[in-house]
């Protein structure tokens, strides 16, 4: 390959990582995940 055709393939291996790293960002990122609070008090300061 020539050096257009190499400087393509790492172009698009890096927009395709780039999305895949935004994409798994965004699926862990979901807000299904039901919290409990809680109120903490002390005796002392």
Same mark, same amino acid.
């Given at each position: 390959?020539?050096?257009? *055709?190499? *400087?393509?393939? *790492?172009?698009?291996f890096t927009v395709v990582l780039a999305a895949a790293?935004? *994409?798994a960002g965004l699926?862990?990122?979901?807000d299904d995940i039901r919290f409990v609070?809680?109120?903490v008090t002390t005796a002392s300061s």
């Open positions: 390959m020539e050096n257009r *055709a190499y *400087a393509l393939a *790492a172009g698009l790293l935004v *994409a699926w862990f990122r979901r609070q809680y109120v």
